[in-house]
C-alpha cells in the first residue's frame, strides 16, 4: 500500500468526474422517479414492520435470487455481499483522493482483511455469472445485452485494482491503478441508471413497497347512472399505472425468472412477461413522461395468460408482473375487441347468472338449502353446478358427506349466481359488479362460506372487499377437512391409492396462501405421499385460469404442461383442491399417458378424505 | 348512406325450450333470449361499411313484443346510430309473408340504401324475412352473403354456394342482403357503447296490417326412437353392411 | 296441373333434391289423385327435359330463355313466378337448396304465398296438408299450414324423401315461354370459384369422419385421411388427438373446439366424452367405430360396431373407392 499525494489538476479533473457522473445519476434516478410520482394511488405504508422484514430476507439474505436459481443465486449473492462490504473502501478511496482518507493505515489493513477475501468471492460470482449469460446463454436471459458485458468488466477490472492496490506498487503504477479504479466507478455510475442495473437502487424500495396481496388490480368501480364526463376520466384512468406499477418497470432487472414460470410461455404460447408486462412499458413511460401506457400493453399476450401470479411470486426485485388484467379491461371495456367465446361467455353470465347459460342445477336441487340456522353456506360454483366435469359432482358430494359425518349443517344459496372469477379475470368489470352485487346480496345473512373452488374463494374473500365491506368469512374445503382432521371430528384411515401427489391450484395456494392444509389431509389418507417438482407456492397453473377453461383456440399447450409433469412423477394418484385444475387433469393426462401404463387417477381432497372416512 | 341492420331477439342455444299448454308454441318463462347470431355478424358488417365511409346511419330494426328492446340496445351499444321498435306480441307469427309486410310498411319511408338482415333465424328458421322486404320495397337481393364490398352505388356480395364454392354478385343500391355467420369478427359493445345507448332514440312504431299466409299448427320434441342399431360380423361383413348404411339408410354416398 | 316440381339442375345434370321432389310430389299424388308436372329451364333444359321426362309425371314443361341461361335471382324468380301464374298449381315444389334459399322469396313476395320452407315430413292424407318443419336448432319439430288456397310454395330439406324412390315412366315434353327483359334482372354474378380453404371449416361439411385416442398414433391418422377423401368427408378429430400433437387444433371438435351437425358424423375410436359429445350431438346420423362396448358415444350413435378402428377403417376405404 503507497500513499500518494494528488495534484490540484488530478484533485479538479476528480471533483469534476465526480459532480459530472453524480449529476447525471441524480437527473436520471429523478426523472424515472418523476414518472413514478405521477402514479396512481399512494405507496403503501400498512405493515411497516413486515415489509421491512421481507426487504432483510429478500435483500440482504437474497432468497428470492437464490431460491429461485440456486447456483446463480449464490453467485450474485456473493457479487452483491462484495459490494456491501465494498462500499466503505469505495468511500475511502474516493476521500483519499482529496487527501482525507478515512481509514488509518491500521483500519485500512484490518478491514482489508474482510474485503480481500470478498473480492475473490466477487471475482468467481462475476466470472460465473459472465460465462453463464454469455456462453450458456439461457434463453430467458435474452439477447447478449452490451452493458451486462461492460458491468461485468467493470466489476472485474473494479476487483483486480483493488487487489492490485493492496500491494506494493510503485507510485506511478499505484497511481495509474488508482485512476483507473476510480474512472471505472465514474462510469458506473453512469451507467447505472441507464440500465438494469438501477435495480442496485430501486430494488429494495421496490421490495419495500410491494403490496401483501396477490393480485393487487385495481378495483374498477363502475357508476352505470353517472355523468358521461365521469365515464371518460374512469376510462382514462384505465390506461393509468399506479405508482407500484410504475416503480416496477424501472426497478426489473431483466432476469427472466418470469417467463421461466409462465405456463403459458412454458406451453410455447406467445405471452413472455418479462418483455410484454414490464420492459415493454419502459420506453413508453420515458417518452411519454407520463404513466398513462398500460394500453402499450400486447394484447395477444395479454389474452394468453392464466393470471396464475407465478411471475409475481418468483421476481426477485419485488414486481407484481402480470398485467393481464390492466390490458383485458381495456379491450373489453374500451375497446370492445373482444374473443368471440368470451362473448358468449359474458352474454351468459349478464343473462342468466352463470357461465354457460343455463337455468337449472340438478345437484344443487340435491343438496340442502342455506337457512339462517346453518353453519355454513356451502357455495358450489358454477363449475359444479353446471357439471363442466361430470366427475366433480362426485367430489362436491363426498365433501358434503364428510361435514354430515362431522355434524356441520350447510346448505347451498337457492340464487347463487357466478362469483364473477370469469369475467373478473377476462377484463368485463362492468358484469363482474352486477354479479358480484347480486352475490353480496345472497350472502346478506350468511357468517360462514366454504367453497370448493378456489377461484370461487379468491373472489368472494378478497376481491369482492376492494370494492366493499364483506360480511361473512370464507374457508376453502380443504382447510375445513383439515381443521376436522386435526380437531378430531372425523376419523380417516390410510387407503391405498397407491403413490399419490398433489398439484397445488395456483389460485389456494398462492393467492390464498394455502398449501398446509390439503396435506394435513392427504397424509392422514396415505403414507406414500411425495411432492411434485414445482409444488407450494411454486406450483406451474393447471392452465384453466384467467378464462381460458372457455378460451377456443390456443396457440400452445398450456393445459399439458402441468399434467406432463405429472405423469412424468410416475404418480398413481394425482390429488387436486380445485375443481379447474381437477378438469384439466382429467383431460390432459389421458393422451399423455404412454402406452402400457395404467391411467393416473385424479382425485379432489374430498375424495380422498371421503373415501377413507372411518365414521362413514 | 343509411343501413337498416333487423335484429331477432330469439331463444338462446342453451335455452330451455318450454311449450305453452296447448303445444301452439313456446311458454315465454324460463326461457334466456338472445340476439340472433346471424344478425349480430349483419349488424357488424353495416357498422364496418359506416365506418369505412366516414359517415352514414345504422339503424337497427326489431319486431316484438318489450322484451325486445334488449336487442336493440345492444345493437344501439355496439354502435347503431338509432333504433325502431315495431311493438305487438310476436308469439307464434311464423309467416315471413307477414313480417315481411311488417316491415316494409314500417320502412318504407326511410329510403334506406342498404338492408341487412340474418340469413335466417335461430328459433323458426325460416331465411326469408330480409329477401320479402326488399323485393316489397323494390330492392335488389342477395342471400348468403360471406363478404360485402361497397363502392359508387354498387355493392358486391360473395354468395355462398353449395360444395365449397363462392360467386360475387354485384347489384345497385338500394340491395337487402341477407348475411352469414362467420364472415366478420363481432364487436363487443365498449362501456361508452352501452352508457350511450340509453341516450340513443327507439322509436316505437304500431305495427300495420298483414295477412297470416302460414302458422305453426303444433309445436313438439321429435320422437326419437334412437336406438342405436349395432353392426358385427367379421371384418369383411361389418365394411359391408356400413357400406350399405352408408348408401340406403343414411344416404350419404 | 295439381303439383309443379321446380327441378333444379347440377352440372347439366339433374340435381339429386330435385329428384327427391318428384318423390315427394309422387307421395303426395298418390294419395289424392293429384297430377305432377316438373319445369326445368336454363341452358341445359333440352338435356334436364330428357332426363326428367324418364319419371312417373304428367309432363315436363321446358323453358329456354336467354336471361335465363346462367342463374339470376331476378331472372329465375319472375320465370317461375310468371309460369306459376298461368300455370295454376296447387303446390310447387322445391328442395330447400342456397339457390332455391335465395330466389323463391321472391316469388313469395311477388305472389303474396307462402314459402313453407325445409320441410322434413308431409302430411297429406287430410284436405289440410300438414309440412313439418325443424325449428330451434333441430330441438323441436313444428307442424306448418298454410293459410292459403295456393298455389303454395314447397320446399323439402335434403333426403327428407329419397330419389332412389322416384318413380320411372315416361312424360312428355312442353315448351313455356315467359316475358322476360334486362331491366327486369338485378344483379350481375360473376363465375362461381372454389377456395383454398387455409383452415378447416367443418361447420358446412356434410360428412365428418372424425377420429380419438382409439386410432393410436400418428402414424395412423393418414388411413383416416383417406377414408375421409374417398367418402367426400372432412376430417377431424376430439380434443386428445389435438393435444397429443397429430392434427393441428382447426380440426378440433367439441365445447373448446368447433360445433358441427352434419348429414353424418363417422367417430372412429371415440370415446364420447361430453366436451367432444357437445360438439357434434347435432349430427344428423352419428356412426360410431370403438374397441370399447362401454364408450359414452354408442348411447349417442345411430350406428355402432363394436370393433377395431385400425382393421375397419382401410378395408372401409377399399370398399367405397
Request: proline share 4%; net charge negative; glycine share 8%.
Amino acid at each position: 500500500m503507497t500513499q500518494i499525494e494528488f495534484t490540484v489538476i488530478e484533485k479538479t479533473i476528480l471533483s469534476l468526474g465526480i459532480l459530472t457522473t453524480f449529476g447525471s445519476f441524480i437527473y436520471e434516478v429523478w426523472r424515472r422517479l418523476r414518472i413514478v410520482f405521477k402514479g396512481k394511488q399512494s405507496f403503501p405504508l400498512d405493515r411497516f414492520g413486515a415489509r421491512l422484514w421481507r426487504v432483510f430476507k429478500e435483500v440482504f439474505l437474497h432468497e428470492k435470487v437464490i431460491k429461485g436459481r440456486f447456483w446463480p443465486g449464490f453467485m450474485h449473492a456473493l457479487v452483491f455481499w462484495g459490494f456491501i462490504v465494498f462500499g466503505l473502501v469505495t468511500v475511502d478511496h474516493f476521500a483519499l483522493g482529496f487527501g482525507h482518507e478515512l481509514m488509518n493505515a491500521q483500519t485500512h489493513k484490518l478491514y482489508s482483511y474482510i474485503v480481500i477475501p470478498f473480492s475473490i468471492f466477487v471475482l468467481i460470482g462475476i466470472g460465473s455469472l459472465t460465462y453463464r449469460r454469455f456462453v450458456s446463454r439461457p434463453k430467458a436471459l435474452g439477447k447478449i445485452s452490451p452493458t451486462s458485458g461492460f458491468v461485468a468488466l467493470f466489476i472485474s477490472v473494479l476487483m483486480i485494482t483493488y487487489l492490485l492496490g493492496e500491494t506494493d506498487l510503485s507510485p506511478i503504477v499505484w497511481r495509474i491503478n488508482w485512476w483507473i479504479h476510480s474512472l471505472i466507478i465514474l462510469a458506473f455510475l453512469f451507467l447505472i441508471p441507464r440500465s438494469k442495473h438501477l435495480h442496485l437502487v430501486l430494488a429494495p424500495i421496490n421490495i419495500f413497497f410491494k403490496p401483501f396481496d396477490l393480485p393487487d388490480h385495481t378495483p374498477v368501480n363502475i357508476d352505470l347512472e353517472g355523468s358521461e364526463d365521469e365515464l371518460d376520466a374512469m376510462l382514462a384512468d384505465l390506461t393509468e399505472m399506479t405508482k407500484n406499477q410504475a416503480l416496477d418497470v424501472f426497478s426489473c432487472v431483466e432476469c427472466g425468472r418470469c417467463i421461466d414460470v409462465c405456463p403459458a410461455n412454458r406451453g410455447g404460447g406467445l405471452l413472455d412477461p418479462k418483455n410484454h408486462f414490464i420492459l415493454d412499458l419502459r420506453q413508453p413511460l420515458l417518452d411519454k413522461g407520463s404513466v398513462d401506457v398500460l394500453s402499450e400493453i400486447n394484447v395477444e399476450a395479454g389474452w394468453e395468460c392464466t393470471t396464475c401470479q407465478a411471475c409475481t411470486e418468483v421476481c426477485p426485485v419485488g414486481n407484481q408482473v402480470e398485467k393481464s388484467d390492466e390490458i383485458r379491461r381495456l379491450e373489453v371495456l374500451v375497446e370492445g375487441k373482444v374473443p368471440q367465446e368470451y362473448q358468449k361467455l359474458f352474454m351468459n353470465l349478464q343473462e342468466s347468472g352463470n357461465t354457460e347459460g343455463r337455468t337449472d342445477s340438478p345437484l344443487a336441487e340435491r343438496l340442502p338449502t342455506y337457512t339462517t340456522d346453518k353453519e355454513y353456506v356451502l357455495w358450489l360454483g358454477c363449475f359444479a353446478r353446471y357439471e363442466l366435469d361430470p366427475n366433480f359432482t362426485k367430489s362436491v358430494e363426498n365433501f358434503a358427506n364428510i361435514l354430515d359425518v362431522a355434524g356441520i349443517t350447510y346448505g347451498v344459496l337457492e340464487n347463487e349466481h357466478c362469483s364473477g372469477d370469469p369475467a373478473n379475470r377476462l377484463g368485463d368489470k362492468l358484469t363482474y359488479n352486477m354479479l358480484r352485487e347480486h352475490n353480496m346480496e345472497q350472502l346478506a345473512h350468511a357468517s360462514k362460506v366454504v367453497t370448493l373452488c378456489p377461484h370461487c374463494a379468491l373472489n368472494l374473500e378478497k376481491e369482492y372487499a376492494k370494492y366493499s365491506e364483506v360480511n361473512y368469512d370464507v374457508s376453502h374445503h380443504t382447510q375445513v377437512i383439515a381443521q376436522l382432521i386435526e380437531e378430531g371430528r372425523i376419523e380417516v384411515k390410510k387407503g391405498s391409492n397407491g403413490k399419490v401427489t398433489y398439484h397445488d391450484p395456483c389460485n389456494l395456494s398462492r393467492m390464498l396462501d394455502e398449501v398446509d392444509a390439503p396435506r394435513t389431509a392427504i397424509n392422514a389418507t396415505t403414507d406414500e405421499f411425495f411432492e411434485l417438482e414445482e409444488s407450494g407456492r411454486n406450483t406451474l397453473c393447471c392452465g384453466a385460469g384467467g378464462g381460458l377453461w372457455w378460451k377456443k383456440e390456443t396457440t400452445g399447450r398450456t393445459h399439458l404442461v402441468r399434467a406432463e409433469q405429472v405423469v412424468n412423477s410416475e404418480a398413481d394418484t394425482v390429488v387436486t383442491g380445485c375443481n379447474f385444475c381437477y378438469g384439466m387433469m382429467n383431460q390432459g393426462l389421458k393422451p399423455l399417458t404412454p402406452e402400457g401404463r395404467s391411467e393416473i387417477q385424479v382425485k379432489d381432497v374430498a375424495d380422498l378424505v371421503s373415501e377413507n372416512l372411518v365414521n362413514n | 348512406m343509411k343501413i337498416a341492420v333487423l335484429v331477432k331477439q330469439v331463444p338462446g342455444s342453451d335455452s330451455p325450450l318450454p311449450l305453452n299448454s296447448n303445444q301452439s308454441w313456446l311458454d315465454e318463462n324460463g326461457i334466456s333470449y338472445v340476439m340472433n347470431e346471424c344478425d349480430n355478424y349483419a349488424l357488424e358488417e353495416a357498422l364496418q361499411i359506416k365506418e369505412e365511409n366516414g359517415d352514414g346511419e345504422v339503424v337497427v330494426i326489431s319486431l316484438g313484443p318489450d322484451r325486445v328492446q334488449k336487442v336493440i340496445r345492444e345493437g344501439l351499444a355496439k354502435g347503431a346510430d338509432r333504433a325502431i321498435h315495431i311493438q305487438m306480441n310476436s308469439d307464434s307469427i311464423a309467416d315471413p309473408l307477414s313480417l315481411g309486410t311488417l316491415f316494409a310498411d314500417a320502412i318504407r319511408d326511410e329510403n334506406f340504401d342498404l338492408i341487412f338482415s340474418g340469413l335466417q333465424s335461430d328459433d323458426l328458421g325460416m331465411g326469408q324475412t330480409g329477401i320479402i322486404i326488399g323485393e316489397m320495397l323494390g330492392m335488389s337481393t342477395a342471400s348468403l352473403a360471406m363478404a360485402t364490398e361497397l363502392s359508387e352505388g354498387i355493392i358486391k356480395v360473395k354468395r355462398e354456394l353449395e360444395a365449397g364454392f363462392f360467386q360475387w354478385v354485384s347489384m345497385a343500391l338500394p340491395a337487402s342482403i341477407t348475411i352469414q355467420s362467420g364472415l366478420n369478427t363481432p364487436r363487443y359493445p365498449s362501456l361508452k357503447g352501452i352508457m350511450g345507448a340509453k341516450k340513443k332514440e327507439i322509436n316505437i312504431v304500431t305495427p300495420g296490417s298483414h295477412d297470416v299466409k302460414q302458422s305453426a299448427k303444433k309445436v313438439y320434441v321429435p320422437q326419437s326412437d334412437k336406438r342405436t342399431v349395432m353392426i358385427d360380423g367379421s371384418v369383411d361383413e361389418i365394411v359391408n353392411k356400413l357400406v350399405e348404411v352408408f348408401r340406403n339408410e343414411i344416404k350419404v354416398i | 296441373m295439381d303439383i309443379l316440381i321446380v327441378i333444379e339442375e347440377n352440372n347439366g345434370k339433374v340435381h339429386r333434391m330435385g329428384l327427391e321432389s318428384i318423390t315427394a310430389a309422387q307421395t303426395m299424388a298418390k294419395g289424392r289423385g293429384f297430377s305432377i308436372a316438373a319445369l326445368v329451364m336454363g341452358s341445359n333444359a333440352d338435356e334436364l327435359a330428357t332426363q326428367v321426362s324418364n319419371y312417373d309425371i304428367g309432363e315436363v314443361l321446358k323453358l329456354q330463355h336467354d336471361l335465363l341461361s346462367s342463374y339470376s335471382s331476378d331472372g329465375y324468380a319472375e320465370a317461375v313466378k310468371q309460369v306459376v301464374e298461368k300455370e295454376s298449381p296447387k303446390y310447387v315444389f322445391f328442395g330447400h337448396t342456397y339457390q332455391v334459399r335465395d330466389y323463391v322469396p321472391k316469388i313469395s313476395a311477388k305472389l303474396m304465398k307462402p314459402f313453407l320452407v325445409d320441410n322434413v315430413l308431409m302430411n297429406s292424407d287430410e284436405e289440410e296438408t300438414v309440412f313439418t318443419k325443424q325449428m330451434f336448432n333441430a330441438k323441436l319439430y313444428s307442424d306448418m299450414i298454410a293459410m292459403d288456397e295456393g298455389p303454395l310454395l314447397i320446399s323439402f330439406q335434403s333426403a327428407a324423401y329419397s330419389s332412389d324412390n322416384a318413380a320411372s315412366g315416361s312424360a312428355s315434353v312442353r315448351d313455356v315461354n315467359i316475358n322476360l327483359d334486362s331491366s327486369m334482372i338485378k344483379t350481375q354474378s360473376e363465375d362461381p370459384f372454389q377456395e383454398e380453404s387455409g383452415g378447416v371449416d367443418l361447420t358446412s361439411a356434410e360428412i365428418i369422419v372424425s377420429v380419438g385416442r382409439g386410432i393410436g398414433k400418428e402414424e395412423n391418422i393418414p388411413m383416416a385421411k383417406d377414408l375421409a377423401k374417398v367418402i367426400g368427408g372432412e376430417l377431424a378429430s376430439s380434443r386428445p388427438v389435438v393435444d397429443a400433437g397429430w392434427l393441428s387444433s382447426t380440426h378440433q371438435i367439441g365445447s373448446s373446439g368447433q360445433s358441427v351437425s352434419p348429414k353424418m358424423y363417422l367417430a372412429l375410436g371415440i370415446s364420447g366424452a361430453i366436451q367432444h359429445v357437445v360438439g357434434m350431438k347435432g349430427a344428423k346420423n352419428i356412426v360410431a367405430i370403438n374397441k370399447d362396448p362401454e364408450a359414452p358415444i354408442f348411447e349417442i350413435a345411430d350406428y355402432g360396431v363394436v370393433g377395431d378402428v385400425l382393421e375397419i377403417v382401410p378395408k372401409l376405404s377399399e370398399a367405397l373407392e
